[in-house]
């Protein structure tokens, strides 16, 4: 068994800020590589319904074996909630697990 990093780490890519009041959204393009520690720390499992598929699910797929860099613009994406994290340079962003409350992922 692979031990839980501290921290989780996710680097931005033509990312934006969206503040209203207290709360900030960072909006922006992730590469798979820095969500799987998030996958991994979450404990997430595979999606038990049973989904349709068809020529967008088949394209989705697809896209992730031939041509990676169009897979973000063929998904509605992924929403990482945390109430306390850390900007780094270069666009990224930490949430260290040893924070009060949990990061939560749907």
């Given amino acids: 068994m692979v031990p839980k990093q501290d921290a989780i780490i996710v680097k931005f890519d033509f990312s934006n800020d969206q503040t209203v ?25 595979a999606n038990p319904r049973a989904s349709r598929t068809g020529p967008v699910t088949a394209a989705i797929q697809d896209s992730i074996e031939t041509d990676p860099a169009t897979f973000p613009f063929k998904t509605k994406g992924v929403l990482l909630a945390a109430s306390q994290y850390e900007r780094l340079e270069r666009n990224r962003v930490k949430r260290s697990h040893r924070a009060t409350l949990p990061l939560k992922g749907s």
């Fill in 21 to 45: 009041g207290e709360i900030t959204k960072i909006v922006g393009l992730v590469m798979a590589k820095y969500l799987v520690p998030v996958i991994d720390h979450l404990d997430l499992e």
